[in-house]
């Protein structure tokens, strides 16, 4: 079956990056895009970016743009966000999810604090 | 940006019952770009319809969708203790693939 198993939970300092990583299984990894999402304590889903796996082409929510990068590796079907210049406003759990086929991942949790 | 609004905010009925949510888009989005999610406390969210319409493999034959254009709706035909969640809609018509900011249903 589709899953996205993604890497543990970080605690980060106020400035500093971090980077999750997210590997899917049960479906042709290239084909499909990979979306990242997050979601603050208590408040809704935010759409942070996507990616093509297969072509490595990548999009940002404006407001992410230049401080959240989004690679692949199609040797282990992994993509991985990462993000700088973190803030106490970024702690948040961060999810990668597919629509076709539809999966999410179970989630990272982010905390950034000093 | 399409800024997706969700109604009601929450809504209170008891098991059994029909549930109709509501989602109004900004700009018009193409049936086949408007999903919904669902996610219950502590979990990651669950994707139930896409295309407006068409539910995802596994989920049950209560949940239905329907809309174009700027207005969809999410109908759960009889409601079952485990419905009781948030319910996101989503449109993937043009970046940024903007939510809406959910509706909560809550048991009465």
């Known amino acids: 079956q589709v899953q996205l198993v993604q890497s543990g939970a970080e605690v980060k300092k106020p400035g500093a990056s971090v980077k999750v990583s997210c590997k899917a299984s049960?479906?042709?990894?290239?084909?499909?895009?990979m979306h990242w999402v997050r979601q603050a304590p208590g408040q809704g889903l935010e759409w942070m970016g996507k990616?093509?796996?297969?072509?490595?082409?990548?999009s940002y929510a404006q407001k992410f743009q230049g401080r959240v990068t989004l690679t692949r590796d199609t040797s282990t079907s992994t993509v991985s966000m990462e993000m700088s210049s973190l803030r106490s406003e970024d702690t948040a759990v961060y999810y990668c999810?597919?629509?076709?086929?539809?999966?999410w991942g179970q989630g990272t949790l982010v905390t950034v604090s000093s | 940006e399409n800024v997706l609004t969700q109604s009601p905010g929450t809504l209170s009925l008891s098991p059994g019952e029909r549930a109709t949510l509501s989602c109004r888009a900004s700009?018009?989005?193409?049936?086949?770009?408007l999903v919904w999610h669902q996610q219950k406390p502590g979990q990651a969210p669950r994707l139930l319809i896409y295309?407006?319409?068409s539910r995802a493999t596994g989920i049950p034959d209560r949940f239905s969708g329907s809309g174009s254009g700027t207005d969809f709706t999410l109908t759960i035909s009889r409601l079952e203790p485990e419905d009781f969640a948030v319910y996101y809609c989503?449109?993937?018509?043009?970046?940024?693939?903007?939510f809406g900011q959910g509706t909560k249903l809550e048991i009465k």
């Open positions: 999810a597919t629509v076709i086929p539809p999966a």
């Open positions: 700009q018009s989005v193409t049936s086949s770009y």
């Open positions: 990616i093509n796996p297969s072509v490595n082409t990548t």
């Open positions: 295309g407006a319409s």
């Open positions: 049960g479906y042709t990894f290239i084909n499909y895009y």
């Open positions: 989503q449109q993937f018509g043009s970046p940024p693939y903007t």
